[in-house]
C-alpha cells in the first residue's frame, strides 16, 4: 500500500457542508471521508480492507478534530493496516493501556477500601498506614509494571525501620487489591501473592503488652514531668499527654476527641459507635482532674471541632497525627540516666496497661476496669448493650484513680490499698 495519498478536501468545503435529509460522506482520499449527518453532525471515518473485510474506524468530530488532524491520524492507523493490524483493536489496546496508566494503585485502593466495613477508628489507622507505606511508592509506576521483587523491596523499607507488623499487614493489603485488579480483568498475575512468606515473622519470644511502667516510684517520676510543659512541645500535646493516664482510652480516642462528645453538667465523655474499636457507643466518667484538662482546652478550642487540636491543626482541623503523644513520650527525661525514656519503656497506649495492673492490685472489680478499657467479651450473649454498664461504680473508680496518681506526684510512700480495706 503506498503512503503517497492525493487528499482533495478543504477546510472551508468542510466547514460549508449543510445538513440533508439523508447522511452523505464527502471524500478526502485513501479511504478517509466526512459523514454529514441531518442533524448537522460531522464525523471523520477511515474505511479499510483487511484481510477481505472491509472495516470503518472513527477519528472523530469536525471541528474537534480538524482536517489536518484527521489526516494525521488517517495515516496513523492507515500504516496499521498496511502491517495487518486492525487499527480498530488497537485504538482499545491503547484506552486500556492509558486506562491503567491513569489509574494507579491508589485508585483501586480507594476503591476496596469503600467495600471494607470497618470500625471508624480502625479505618482511620488503615488510611494512615497505606497512605504512609504504599501510597507514595506504588503510584509511582503503572500496576502492570510492578514485580515480587519490586513489591518487596516497597515492604522491606517498612521493616527496616523495625515495623514488621505493619509489614505484613501492608504485605496482605496489596495482595487483596491487587486480587481485585486481576478480577477485573486489568492484569493476569498478582505481583503481591505470596509476599508475607518473604518477610519475616514477629519475634514470638520478645512479644509484649505496650511499653507500660507499673513501679509507682517511676510512674511518680513520669507524671511529675507531665505538670511541667517541655520546651517547644504543642500546648494541645501536653495536655493530651496529662489525660492519658487519667482515662484509659485508646490513642486514636484520645487524638480524635470532639467538643460534641463532652457532656460537662455530668462529667462524662459520650463516645458514638463509630468511635470506638468495638462498634459499640462508650460512656467514659471524668474525674475533677480530668474535667479540669478538658476545660483548660476549652479556652483554646472550644469553638472548634477536636478537643486537642495543635496548632498545626487547627490550619487544616486535622486531629494530631498518630503516635504524636508516644514519641513525645519518648522524649521525656529518665531521671536516673539523664537522657530520653526512648523507645520501650512507655507508650500511649501502654497507660492502659498500668491503669489495669494497678487498680487490679487495689482490689478493684475486675468487671468494672474491663468495662472502663472498653473491653468486651467477643461471646458475651446479651438481650441488649449497656453503655452505661457500672457507671456508679467506674465513677468513683476513677476519681481513686486520680487521686491515687496526684498522691504518687506529691512524693507520698503510697502503697495501693486494698478496695475496701
Keep these: 500500500m503506498s503512503n503517497a495519498i492525493k487528499y482533495n478536501l478543504t477546510d472551508a468545503k468542510a466547514r460549508k457542508a449543510k445538513p440533508e435529509t439523508k447522511a452523505y460522506k464527502l471524500s478526502d482520499g485513501g479511504g478517509l471521508f466526512l459523514l454529514v449527518k441531518p442533524n448537522g453532525t460531522k464525523l471523520w471515518r477511515y474505511k479499510f480492507r483487511l484481510d477481505g473485510k472491509e472495516g470503518l474506524y472513527s477519528i ?144 514470638k519470644s520478645k512479644k509484649q503488652n505496650f511499653a507500660h511502667v507499673i513501679d509507682p516510684k517511676q510512674l511518680a517520676d513520669l507524671l511529675r514531668q507531665l505538670d511541667e510543659r517541655a520546651p517547644r512541645l504543642d500546648y494541645a500535646v501536653h495536655m493530651a499527654m496529662k489525660l492519658i493516664p487519667l482515662v484509659f482510652l485508646r490513642p486514636y480516642n484520645i487524638r480524635h476527641l470532639r467538643w460534641d462528645y463532652i457532656n460537662t453538667p455530668s462529667r462524662l465523655i459520650e463516645i458514638p459507635p463509630d468511635q470506638m474499636k468495638t462498634g459499640r457507643p462508650f460512656i467514659v466518667p471524668l474525674s475533677r482532674q480530668s474535667l479540669a484538662i478538658i476545660e483548660a482546652m476549652r479556652l483554646l478550642t472550644g469553638e472548634r471541632e477536636f478537643v486537642f487540636l495543635t496548632s498545626r491543626g ?28 526512648g523507645v520501650g519503656f512507655v507508650t500511649s497506649h501502654g497507660f ?32 441488649a448493650y449497656n453503655k452505661a454498664e457500672y457507671l456508679a461504680q467506674r465513677s468513683e473508680m476513677m476519681q481513686a484513680w486520680a487521686d491515687y496518681l496526684d498522691s504518687l506526684k506529691a512524693g507520698a510512700d503510697v502503697i495501693p490499698i486494698k478496695r475496701g480495706a
Excluded at 487544616?316 to 539523664?338: C, D, H, V, W, Y
Excluded at 487490679?360 to 446479651?382: C, D, F, P
Design 60 to 203: 472523530g468530530v469536525y471541528p474537534d478534530i480538524s482536517l489536518s488532524q484527521a489526516r494525521e491520524q488517517h495515516q496513523q492507523t492507515r500504516s496499521l493496516v498496511a502491517k495487518g493490524i486492525n487499527p480498530k483493536t488497537a485504538k482499545d489496546e491503547i484506552k486500556a493501556e492509558q486506562s491503567m496508566q491513569a489509574k494507579r494503585f491508589s485508585y483501586y485502593w480507594q476503591a476496596w477500601l469503600k467495600r471494607q466495613t470497618l470500625a471508624q477508628g480502625t479505618r482511620t489507622d488503615l488510611v494512615q498506614r497505606v497512605e504512609k507505606n504504599l501510597i507514595p511508592f506504588v503510584d509511582k509506576k503503572p500496576l502492570d509494571e510492578w514485580t515480587k521483587r519490586g513489591l518487596l523491596e516497597v515492604l522491606e523499607l517498612i521493616v527496616k525501620r523495625g515495623s514488621i507488623e505493619t509489614a505484613r499487614r501492608m504485605a496482605g493489603v496489596l495482595r487483596q487489591i491487587f486480587d481485585d485488579i486481576i478480577i477485573l480483568g486489568e492484569l493476569e498475575n498478582n505481583p503481591a501473592d505470596g509476599l508475607i512468606r518473604l518477610l519475616p515473622k514477629p519475634d
Design 314 to 341: 487547627e490550619r487544616t482541623n486535622t486531629p494530631m497525627s498518630e503516635n504524636t503523644t508516644t514519641k513525645a513520650f519518648q522524649r521525656l527525661i529518665n531521671p536516673e540516666t539523664g537522657q530520653p525514656y
Design 352 to 383: 492502659r496497661h498500668t491503669a489495669s495492673t494497678l487498680l487490679h492490685e487495689m482490689g478493684y472489680n475486675s468487671a468494672h476496669i474491663e468495662k472502663q478499657l472498653a473491653h468486651e467479651e467477643a461471646n458475651q450473649v446479651k438481650g
